[in-house]
């Protein structure tokens, strides 16, 4: 099993390897360290004039087969080391070259034994055996073996730097896959069928925060059937019933050039995917700064507007990709090549937030304790804005690429990463998991026998222990009052416990749909604004919805600026029976404060209004102080006296039934309405 084991959906050569790159540059690198050994050892006998082996036969073979090996001929080196060891059973190098060619083939199970025959013939002869042992060991499977021979190849003086700490990593790492092999976790993936995966090959998937819209890559012929070599576009598909509809090219971000690594908002109302330096610009295909970049792309109605480079500083001219966006509306996840301490390119997850006026702050580390000196990618931020998925070689796993898992904690660090277990995780690369908004499914790629054809699109049940917090949605649209005309227009949800905005975002601009993901068991305050509108504000609870089964729903109706036009302020709040403002209302009379700062000449009258509970001289009372507070708070910041008025109603004008609890709660309210307006 393994899931879709590439860095990135392109190749900067503009050739597309779509199984296990990241494999092949492990391949070349381990190929080029071994020969470079060997080239060492035999210079070394050379300028000696002498092997381990004094046997001319067994001498001239080897030097045949080293030659071979070096042409990359590895069957024919192989023959040769045979005749070299039926010569001399005793020729060390020829047993660690027969070691290294299984290495290359990965067949672990020859190269083991040919490592141990080298050793038991001269155990010093060449310590970094051991390390090779090891190495072959933890590919194998058998860690208890490959940790002893790690920790064997450590009490060796003048080692290696960067094989010494190397050990030490695997050590760490053979200890964990010992005991998560022994401990595995629940893992039953189900191929997602017909209607999403094809003889194509599908990967790196993406979901809207309702679960109604899946995005993901298909390698295939795209544009032009033909086309000699595959490329990469992307397909959507939407949940008809209870199961996904059949899976449309969404054809107005398609190239004749690659389109990968898709990452959609949690309204899908913006899609941000990586595009990387090809031939084909003459074609239609994206032009990048060099390498990989990152692009954007916003729905208008229901298609997506041309995609654009978000350039400097999400962009450098060095590798960006796989991108990741927060259900807060404003911070972007995404992996860069970066120049490690040691000077070596490693991968690195960032982090940039975007601010008011649509420019991004400057990349940061997204934490020390998730990114390493090795390579982190494939990030994804889960809808609830506190569980963080990646993978990494760098934390203690089960070799390779392993997916892990980090919680935000109170304090807005991100926790230590937690790996999410075998066989989730396998000894070979695992990445580009998709967590459902629900939490409780995953979806990833893997080739497998009962596939429809290479990586097929799978899900499964996540153990309970690696979800993320239960989310909830509000869905709805913005529309003007009177003519029902959609409008685009900015919102904000705020957490009422922590005054803290949870979600910044803005309408369709073509048919004023919003959608917007939350955690549940919390109160919230939803503000809406649009010039030339007066602002909205309403409060609701999402203390008992279970899941994203259990959504808000509501349609936001926005009055124009007229004289006589009036706006219930539903998050302001008084403690019972008092006219002091609680702290819960400072939102809201920031939203009022900012509404008059935009309209200076604008007079406003401040009402407040109670249920008909208790006599009319109290009632009428306590409306008038709560009334003259809001505008004491009004004046205290800034704004003109002689622009407010503040009345008291008492219960003379209810806006709901008295005899319910609920209607009560709706007459018991402030407001304000327009006086005049320049």
């Known amino acids: 099993m393994y899931f879709i084991t590439r860095s990135d959906p392109f190749s900067n050569d503009g050739l597309i390897f779509v199984i296990h790159p990241i494999e092949t540059m492990k391949f070349s690198t381990i190929r080029i360290f071994l020969l470079f050994l060997f080239l060492c050892i035999s210079a070394s006998a050379i300028a ?32 040769y080391i045979e005749a070299s060891l039926e010569a001399d059973p005793k020729f060390i190098e020829a047993y660690m070259l027969r070691a290294n060619i299984y290495t290359d083939k990965k067949d672990y199970a020859k190269a083991i034994p040919a490592y141990q025959e080298a050793i038991s013939i001269d155990p010093d002869f060449f310590p ?42 695997m050590i760490q790492n053979a200890i964990f896959a ?34 109604k819209t899946f995005l993901f890559t298909r390698r295939g012929k795209g544009l032009n059937p033909e086309r000699l070599n595959m490329q990469e576009d992307f397909y959507v598909s939407t949940m008809a019933g209870k ?34 330096q090809e031939m084909l610009e003459s074609l239609g295909a994206r032009k990048t700064n060099g390498s990989c970049d990152i692009f954007l792309a916003k729905k208008i109605g229901n298609k997506f507007n041309t ?12 590798w960006e990709s796989q991108p990741s966006f927060s259900s807060d509306g404003r911070t972007l996840y995404f992996v860069r090549a970066v120049k490690g301490p040691d000077g070596r390119t490693q991968r690195d997850i960032l982090i940039s937030s975007i601010g008011d006026r649509s420019d991004w702050s400057e990349p940061v580390s997204v934490s020390s304790k998730i990114n390493t000196s090795s390579d982190e990618m494939s990030v994804f931020i889960h809808p609830d804005d506190q569980t963080l998925y990646f993978s990494s070689d760098g934390h203690p796993g089960l070799g390779g690429l392993d997916i892990f898992m980090s919680k935000r904690m109170p304090d807005g660090e991100w926790g230590d990463p937690v790996n999410l277990g075998y066989p989730i995780n396998t000894g070979g690369d695992e990445n580009s998991l998709l967590v459902s908004p629900s939490g409780d499914i995953a979806y990833f790629a893997s080739n497998r026998p009962e596939g429809f054809g290479g990586l097929d699109l799978y899900q499964f049940s996540l153990p309970e222990a690696m979800r993320p917090q239960p989310v909830s949605y509000m869905k709805g649209k913005v529309y003007d009052i009177e003519t029902k005309k959609p409008l685009s227009a900015s919102f904000e949800l705020i957490d009422l416990e922590t005054n803290k905005t949870v979600v910044s975002s803005t309408s369709n601009v073509g048919n004023g749909e919003f959608l917007v993901c939350l955690p549940i068991g919390k109160s919230y305050a939803l503000n809406v604004s649009k010039d030339a509108y007066l602002f909205y504000s309403e409060n609701f609870e999402l203390k008992n919805a279970k899941s994203s089964k259990d959504p808000y729903l509501k349609d936001v109706a926005m009055k124009p600026i007229k ?35 935009k309209n200076p000449k604008m007079k406003i009258e401040i009402s407040g209004h109670t249920d008909n509970i208790g006599s009319k001289l109290y009632n009428q009372q306590l409306s008038e102080k709560r009334a003259n507070a809001v505008k004491e708070y009004l004046v205290q910041n800034g704004v003109s006296s002689d622009r407010l008025q503040s009345k008291g109603f008492g219960d003379a004008k209810p806006i709901a039934d008295n005899s319910t609890e609920d209607g009560r709660t709706k007459n018991r309210r402030t407001e304000f309405s327009i006086v005049s307006v320049n």
Do not use: H
């Open 48 to 79: 000696q004039k002498k092997y381990t082996s004094t046997v001319p036969k067994a001498v001239r073979s080897f030097d045949l087969a080293v030659r071979m090996y070096d042409e990359r001929l590895e069957d024919k080196a192989l023959e």
């Open 128 to 169: 970094n055996n051991y390390y090779s042992l090891a190495t072959a060991q933890f590919k194998s499977g058998d860690y208890a073996a490959s940790k002893k021979n790690y920790e064997k190849f450590l009490t060796y003086p003048k080692l290696n730097a960067g094989l010494a700490a190397n050990s030490k990593r």
């Open 178 to 211: 010992e005991q998560a092999v022994n401990n595995p976790v629940p893992f039953s993936p189900v191929n997602m069928g017909a209607s999403i995966n094809s003889s194509f090959e599908e990967y790196f998937p993406a979901i809207t925060a309702d679960g």
């Open 243 to 276: 199961e996904w509809g059949a899976a449309q090219p969404l054809e107005e971000i398609n190239t004749n050039g690659n389109e990968g690594a898709p990452s959609l908002s949690a309204d899908g109302q913006y899609l941000f995917f990586t595009a990387c």
């Open 307 to 318: 995609a654009r480079n978000l350039e400097i500083p999400i962009n450098t001219g060095v």
């Open 563 to 597: 004289i006589g036009e009036s706006v219930v302020l539903n998050n302001i709040f008084f403690e019972f029976d008092k006219f002091d403002l609680k702290k819960e209302s400072r939102t809201e009379m920031g939203k009022l404060i900012s509404f008059l700062q």
